[in-house]
């Protein structure tokens, strides 16, 4: 007898899609869950571990802007193989502000964010109007090429960097700044993306001269999404900055740029919560994975490649169907 | 009639490399006209409508649109000051149920303009004019994604949005083709309403006998050049017009 699986959406999940029918605490709890766990989350996990994950977790968090900043330039329909742009503009831009103007940290790193997010829209304009893998091979070029420009101008501390840059005044300081932001961007951008203002932007992905049709100059949409999105990446690199407290060429490394899109993909693109899961999965993994040595990059690799294959659609949107819908095997007719 | 035109098209030229797409087009619409642009495949049409709206630029010409030159303006320029127009090809945003779809032009700046700002939630309105054009109130139809709908509904779809971006004139690129005698029964009446609410309309059409009974006055192109303009029958009667469509001499 041949069988295929029914997807039924549950009860709860119909009653409060649209208007708000609750009865229970159960039913309140199964909408405020999904948003209170990350929170409480974010929360609680700069308290219970120790100093050394303490350092992955800013490290966790940061991956995690990049690739919330990611997933916005994606679902606008441009698909960036350059996020370290993003994050060595940041990083840079803060770096200098402290190091050469003595400014603090806490109004060095959004400074940064804003003036870092402002250059790499400049730097991206002119190829807004390319379109797939063209948009993403001038992403891609670009921060190779700024890592060679420094290192010949010698311009910011050249190959040596720029070292002694101020740290944030604490270790809580830190921890809970990121966590905010983070908190912050993955809630803001989540609701900016499920408004009116969203769906324009994602129809520029789906079909950008439908949009256009529609009187909606899709260039000046699309440099907002740019713009949002590389102050995002700017702010993870700003923030590092001060964390690690030294600001030279590793900033524009390749690891920035593949590593968002990596967790994003593990995670589910299309949603910031997928890209945010994706980081807080493969960073840590990555350091676990550290204790063997050489074969660290195979493993990873091929832990990449088995959740590829077997999660096409990603972490994120599995768990959101099995919460939402129920399953059953019912005979074919 | 006194007035000025409303869409007045002269000399209109295109060429695409060596090929010669329109040559030297002129032709004038008056408010409230319903115009058939026919002619073989091949013949230009939907470059005329391109030419018009903007997406693609003119080689030479210009077009006037109540009496100010939009030659070469950018596409979302143009549908701001009242042209709107469906593609043969659907664009429907295919990752959004159908509804969905109509927030994009709902959020378009000339419906704010006309509008006001705040004219209640777009869902609804969005609601409203599916159902004018044949989606089903209530019915599950309009919350499907744009993916699995059939092609009667993406057409339907494809004339919601451009309606929805209160255009004075809308260019039909080939709305009937691919649908069936029932879907273009069904269509029809919406397009006459459209006249009656005073709309201006250009329809490119190969479904000539049904084009006919609504259009006040036809446009054969062959070759990028116009070859007759007049009544339905006129037309049709037209040397030209027997020689571009059957290819033998009359």
Same mark, same amino acid.
């Given at each position: 007898?041949?069988?295929?699986?029914?997807?039924?959406?549950?009860?709860?999940?119909?009653?409060?899609?649209? +208007?708000?029918?609750?009865?229970?605490?159960?039913?309140?709890?199964?909408?405020?869950?999904?948003?209170? #766990?990350?929170?409480?989350?974010?929360? +609680?996990?700069?308290?219970?571990?120790?100093?050394?994950?303490?350092?992955?977790?800013?490290?966790?968090?940061?991956? /995690?802007?990049?690739? #919330?900043?990611?997933?916005?330039?994606?679902?606008?329909?441009?698909?960036?193989?350059?996020?370290?742009?993003?994050?060595?503009?940041? /990083?840079? /831009?803060?770096?200098?502000?402290?190091?050469?103007?003595g400014w603090h940290p806490l109004i060095a790193i959004p400074l940064a964010s804003v003036i870092g997010g402002l250059i790499c829209t400049a730097f991206l304009l002119p190829v807004l109007r390319l379109r797939g893998i063209y948009f993403s091979m001038v992403t891609l070029i670009i921060p190779l090429m700024l890592v060679r420009i420094v290192e010949a101008t010698k311009i910011l501390g050249g190959t040596e960097g720029l070292s002694g840059i101020a740290a944030l005044p604490s270790r809580w300081i830190e921890l809970y700044l990121i966590m905010g932001v983070l908190t912050a961007a993955l809630f803001g951008f989540r609701r900016m993306l499920g408004s009116d203002y969203g769906?324009?932007?994602?129809?520029?992905?789906?079909?950008?001269?439908? +949009?256009?049709? /529609?009187?909606?100059?899709?260039?000046?949409?699309?440099?907002?999404?740019?713009?949002?999105?590389?102050?995002?990446?700017a702010f993870a690199g700003a923030f590092l900055t001060h964390v690690y407290m030294f600001v030279g060429m590793p900033v524009f490394a390749l690891d920035y740029s593949i590593l968002p899109i990596a967790a994003a993909v593990v995670g589910g693109p299309g949603t910031l919560a997928g890209a945010t899961l994706g980081a807080f999965i493969l960073v840590p993994l990555s350091e676990l994975l550290r204790g063997i040595g050489g074969l660290r990059i195979v493993f990873y690799g091929l832990f990449l490649v088995i959740f590829i294959v077997a999660l096409p659609e990603g972490l994120f949107h599995y768990v959101q169907r099995k919460f939402h819908q129920f399953e059953r095997w019912v005979e074919v007719e | 009639m006194g007035f000025s035109p409303l869409l007045k098209v002269s000399g209109l030229s295109k060429n695409f490399g060596g090929v010669q797409a329109i040559a030297d087009l002129s032709f004038e619409l008056m408010k409230g006209e319903l115009l058939g642009l026919i002619g073989p495949n091949g013949s230009g049409k939907t470059t005329a409508v391109n030419l018009i709206t903007g997406f693609v630029r003119p080689s030479k010409g210009d077009i006037n649109f109540q009496g100010k030159n939009i030659t070469g303006m950018a596409p979302y320029k143009i549908v701001r000051l009242g042209i709107a127009r469906?593609?043969?090809?659907? =664009?429907?945003?295919?990752?959004?149920?159908?509804?969905?779809?109509?927030?994009?032009?709902?959020?378009?700046?000339?419906?704010?303009?006309?509008? %006001?700002?705040?004219?209640?939630?777009?869902?609804?309105?969005?609601?409203?004019?599916?159902?004018?054009?044949?989606?089903?109130?209530? $019915?599950?139809? @309009?919350?499907?994604? *744009?993916?699995?709908?059939?092609?009667?509904?993406?057409?339907r779809l494809e004339l919601a949005k451009a309606i929805a971006l209160q255009p004075d004139l809308i260019l039909l690129d080939e709305l009937f083709?691919?649908?069936?005698? *029932?879907?273009?029964? %069904?269509?029809?009446?919406?397009?006459?309403?459209?006249?009656?609410?005073?709309?201006?309309?250009?329809?490119?059409e190969h479904r000539l006998k049904e084009l006919f009974r609504i259009a006040d006055r036809?446009?054969?192109?062959?070759? %990028?050049?116009?070859?007759?303009? %007049?009544?339905?029958?006129?037309?049709?009667?037209?040397?030209?017009?027997? =020689? @571009?469509?059957?290819? $033998?001499? $009359?």
């Amino acid at each position: 007898m041949e069988k295929r699986k029914e997807r039924i959406d549950r009860g709860i999940k119909a009653r409060s899609g649209d +208007v708000f029918a609750l009865s229970s605490w159960r039913e309140m709890l199964y909408l405020a869950a999904p948003r209170l #766990i990350p929170i409480i989350g974010f929360l +609680v996990l700069p308290l219970i571990l120790g100093v050394y994950w303490q350092k992955v977790l800013l490290s966790v968090a940061g991956f /995690a802007l990049l690739a #919330i900043s990611w997933d916005i330039l994606a679902q606008t329909g441009m698909i960036s193989l350059g996020q370290a742009l993003f994050f060595g503009m940041g /990083a840079y /831009a803060s770096g200098v502000i402290n190091y050469y103007l003595g400014w603090h940290p806490l109004i060095a790193i959004p400074l940064a964010s804003v003036i870092g997010g402002l250059i790499c829209t400049a730097f991206l304009l002119p190829v807004l109007r390319l379109r797939g893998i063209y948009f993403s091979m001038v992403t891609l070029i670009i921060p190779l090429m700024l890592v060679r420009i420094v290192e010949a101008t010698k311009i910011l501390g050249g190959t040596e960097g720029l070292s002694g840059i101020a740290a944030l005044p604490s270790r809580w300081i830190e921890l809970y700044l990121i966590m905010g932001v983070l908190t912050a961007a993955l809630f803001g951008f989540r609701r900016m993306l499920g408004s009116d203002y969203g769906l324009v932007l994602k129809g520029i992905s789906d079909n950008d001269r439908s +949009v256009m049709n /529609a009187g909606i100059n899709i260039y000046w949409f699309k440099t907002q999404a740019l713009f949002m999105s590389s102050c995002i990446g700017a702010f993870a690199g700003a923030f590092l900055t001060h964390v690690y407290m030294f600001v030279g060429m590793p900033v524009f490394a390749l690891d920035y740029s593949i590593l968002p899109i990596a967790a994003a993909v593990v995670g589910g693109p299309g949603t910031l919560a997928g890209a945010t899961l994706g980081a807080f999965i493969l960073v840590p993994l990555s350091e676990l994975l550290r204790g063997i040595g050489g074969l660290r990059i195979v493993f990873y690799g091929l832990f990449l490649v088995i959740f590829i294959v077997a999660l096409p659609e990603g972490l994120f949107h599995y768990v959101q169907r099995k919460f939402h819908q129920f399953e059953r095997w019912v005979e074919v007719e | 009639m006194g007035f000025s035109p409303l869409l007045k098209v002269s000399g209109l030229s295109k060429n695409f490399g060596g090929v010669q797409a329109i040559a030297d087009l002129s032709f004038e619409l008056m408010k409230g006209e319903l115009l058939g642009l026919i002619g073989p495949n091949g013949s230009g049409k939907t470059t005329a409508v391109n030419l018009i709206t903007g997406f693609v630029r003119p080689s030479k010409g210009d077009i006037n649109f109540q009496g100010k030159n939009i030659t070469g303006m950018a596409p979302y320029k143009i549908v701001r000051l009242g042209i709107a127009r469906t593609f043969q090809m659907v =664009k429907p945003f295919y990752q959004l149920p159908a509804y969905k779809n109509m927030i994009i032009p709902l959020y378009s700046p000339r419906v704010k303009q006309l509008l %006001g700002g705040k004219y209640g939630d777009r869902d609804a309105v969005a609601l409203d004019l599916l159902e004018e054009v044949g989606f089903e109130r209530d $019915a599950f139809v @309009a919350y499907k994604s *744009a993916s699995v709908l059939p092609q009667g509904y993406l057409k339907r779809l494809e004339l919601a949005k451009a309606i929805a971006l209160q255009p004075d004139l809308i260019l039909l690129d080939e709305l009937f083709s691919g649908l069936s005698l *029932a879907e273009v029964a %069904g269509i029809v009446p919406i397009i006459e309403k459209l006249r009656q609410e005073g709309k201006t309309i250009i329809m490119i059409e190969h479904r000539l006998k049904e084009l006919f009974r609504i259009a006040d006055r036809v446009l054969v192109l062959n070759y %990028g050049e116009k070859i007759a303009e %007049g009544q339905a029958r006129e037309v049709m009667e037209s040397d030209a017009v027997k =020689k @571009a469509y059957l290819g $033998a001499e $009359a």
